[in-house]
């Protein structure tokens, strides 16, 4: 079974600073979808970003870029100028390319931006 | 266009009652999924819904169960509930055979 790992319960940056995330994941496929999720104190899960395995191509949203290691299984969000709206659960979840296969994820990362 | 929605937010329960949790998708999206969501962890996938059937589900008793409507919408039924049903249950649509889901509110289930 595919399984999703985040080792940083909690991280904090300064405010206008850079953070990185790290995820890793377990799994057999070679095509298959990673994401990174925001759940703020509102509870709303909101997308942040998304990931193709068979993309090179590091993807970017904004301030918002991974590092996409696929050897390595590895698949960290690095946040630039972090803003205090930043401040949230971030989850790292993956789906196989199968079409509509559930998702899977993390236990999540509790960010905390400091002004 | 409005985005996924669940009703009720909250909702307040005794053991061994039932409980219906509501879902609309968002527009152009004919696929659901739920996911529980447990206090200080990730999401776990309950079941998904896809004309009208459960097309998967995950490792969740028999007590949950589902129906998807004509319209698209569904409902999440957890009978007989237990104290540890209590969590924040999410429902995500998304697009048939499309890989990014898009998650409503939540409804928090507190069972006393």
């Known amino acids: 079974a595919q399984t999703v790992t985040q080792s940083q319960p909690e991280m904090s940056v300064q405010e206008a600073e850079t953070v990185t995330l790290s995820c890793t994941y377990d799994?057999?496929?070679?095509?298959?979808?990673l994401f990174w999720y925001k759940q703020p104190p509102s509870r709303q899960m909101i997308l942040v970003i998304r990931?193709?395995?068979?993309?090179?191509q590091n993807a970017t949203e904004n301030r918002f870029s991974v590092n996409f290691q696929k050897a390595a299984k590895s698949f960290s969000l690095k946040i630039s100028d972090s803003q205090l709206g930043d401040a949230a659960m971030y989850f790292c979840a993956y789906t196989e390319n199968s079409g509509n296969t559930p998702l899977v994820f993390g236990k999540g990362t509790r960010l905390s931006v400091i002004a | 266009d409005a985005g996924v929605t669940q009703s009720p937010t909250h909702l307040i329960k005794t053991r061994g009652q039932q409980v219906t949790l509501r879902c609309s998708p968002k527009?152009?999206?004919?696929?659901v999924s739920w996911y529980q969501q447990a206090l200080g962890q990730g999401p776990q996938f309950i079941f998904q819904y896809y004309e009208e059937e459960e097309r998967q589900r995950g490792n969740f008793p028999d007590r949950f169960s589902g129906h998807q409507f004509p319209n698209y919408s569904s409902e999440l039924n957890v009978n007989a509930l237990l104290l540890g049903d209590s969590a924040l249950y999410l429902c995500a649509s998304s697009p048939d055979a499309q890989e990014t889901q898009y998650f409503g509110p939540g409804t928090r289930l507190l069972v006393l």
């Open positions: 527009s152009g999206h004919d696929t």
């Open positions: 990931q193709e395995a068979y993309k090179q």
């Open positions: 799994t057999s496929e070679s095509d298959y979808y």
